[in-house]
Each structure stands twice: as structure tokens, then as C-alpha cells.
């Protein structure tokens, strides 16, 4: 089945940092999405990616959908402790007639105050 | 709006038990899903409905069942629990595709 290939696993930055985080695949998605799971909760969407080379803000955080849509990256600046959490890509295809979400393994974010 | 709804929150099954686990939604979406996530292993599709009588398998369905008889509720059934089932599990529903897809807060299931 089509994979996700999520980096880096996991993070540790100071407060005040900039972030960067990406996912890559040998399948095409037509859509690139980024979730953010607190401990306890269930993933909540930070950003929807519906066309190649699209670039969206969301406050600190920007994403793109890359030209090959193939791959999308995430970026936090002057991150803040809030900010730790998972952060999950997901990307969806037709399959079926319907759309199947698929998603990376998870960038395990901790920024120190 | 209570968005997605999920019960238990917490339940600890022993091998062979069968259990039901709830999801419902109040946003009228006509997709709903189900995942597990295991530590290191992401979210993993296991079962999906487009609508009301509609369900399709996801990436790992074996060992559950799902039936879709309303737009509101989308039940997981486990009819024999097993070790390897042990997963915090999350219903998700969104209005036309999982692409935007609203996630319940989980049950965490154990099984011993």
C-alpha cells in the first residue's frame, strides 16, 4: 500500500526556534494535510493541501504541497511551548471511488522553555 | 455541536471477550472512519463508510466489523479480542471526503 515516509522522528528545540518537518512518498496524493495530536486527544487538523506547489499559512505555521506531490513539508516559526505535540502528514488518493487517508508515523515535537 | 463522540474512553477486555465501540457524529458527515495508533506506527486506516449502509475495509480490517445503519453512528465491533488489539482507537467523519476529517478523542483498549 502507498506509504508515508515522515522526518524527523522526533524534535527537541528551545522556545523561540524555528521548525521543520516533511514527508515524502513514491505515490502521488491529491491532497497533503498536517495534524497535530496533543497527549490524550485525538489528531486536530492544522492545514489542507489541494494543489501542487500550493504554499498555506495557518498563524506561525506554513505548509506546502509539493510540485510533484510527492512530498510536503511543515513549518512552525518562534515555536512556543504549546507547540509540543505529534505532528502527523496525511495524504489522500482515490481509491475505489473514494478517498483513503494515509498517514506518516509522526514527528514527536518538545521545545523547552 | 458536539462533533465526534467516542465510548468508552478507557476499556480493558480479556482474550476472546467481544466489545462494541461507539462513534458518533452530530455534523450530518457522510464519511466516517475508524483507525488504531500504536506507538512508532502512525494511524492506521481499518475500517470506512462513504454513507449510510457503506462500509469498505481500510489497511488493517481483520479482527473487526463495522456497520453503518445511520448517518449519525458508526460502530466497531471486535467479536473476539485479541492481544494485538490492544491500540487507542479513533473514529473520524468529514462532510464529502476523510480528506477533511474531524477526529473523536479516542478509546484506549486494552486487552490481556
Known amino acids: 500500500g502507498q506509504q508515508l515516509n515522515q522526518s524527523p522522528q522526533s524534535m527537541f528545540i528551545q522556545e523561540g526556534e524555528d521548525v521543520s518537518m516533511n514527508c515524502t512518498s513514491s505515490s502521488i496524493f491529491n491532497t497533503w494535510l498536517w495534524y497535530k495530536q496533543d497527549p490524550g486527544e485525538g489528531p486536530v487538523l492544522l492545514i489542507a493541501?489541494?494543489?501542487?506547489?500550493e504554499l498555506t499559512s495557518n498563524g506561525r505555521l506554513t505548509a506546502q504541497f509539493g510540485i510533484t506531490r510527492k512530498d510536503s513539508f511543515l513549518n512552525i516559526s518562534a515555536s512556543i511551548p504549546s507547540d509540543v505535540g505529534i505532528y502527523f502528514c496525511a495524504g489522500t488518493s482515490p481509491q475505489g471511488g473514494s478517498e483513503k487517508l494515509v498517514f506518516g508515523k509522526g514527528t514527536k515535537l518538545t521545545v523547552n522553555p | 455541536n458536539a462533533g465526534v463522540t467516542q465510548t468508552p474512553k478507557f476499556q480493558v477486555l480479556k482474550t476472546g471477550q467481544s466489545m462494541t465501540l461507539q462513534c458518533a457524529q452530530d455534523?450530518?458527515?457522510?464519511?466516517m472512519s475508524w483507525y488504531r495508533q500504536d506507538p512508532g506506527m502512525g494511524l492506521r486506516l481499518i475500517h470506512y463508510s462513504v454513507g449510510a449502509g457503506i462500509t469498505d475495509q481500510g489497511e488493517v480490517p481483520n479482527g473487526y466489523n463495522v456497520s453503518r445503519s445511520t448517518t449519525e453512528d458508526f460502530p466497531l465491533r471486535l467479536l473476539s479480542a485479541a492481544p494485538s488489539q490492544t491500540s487507542v482507537y479513533f473514529c473520524a467523519s468529514s462532510y464529502s471526503s476523510v480528506s477533511r476529517g474531524y477526529f473523536g478523542p479516542g478509546t484506549r483498549l486494552t486487552v490481556t
Open positions: 455534523m450530518n458527515h457522510e464519511y
Open positions: 493541501l489541494y494543489k501542487a506547489g
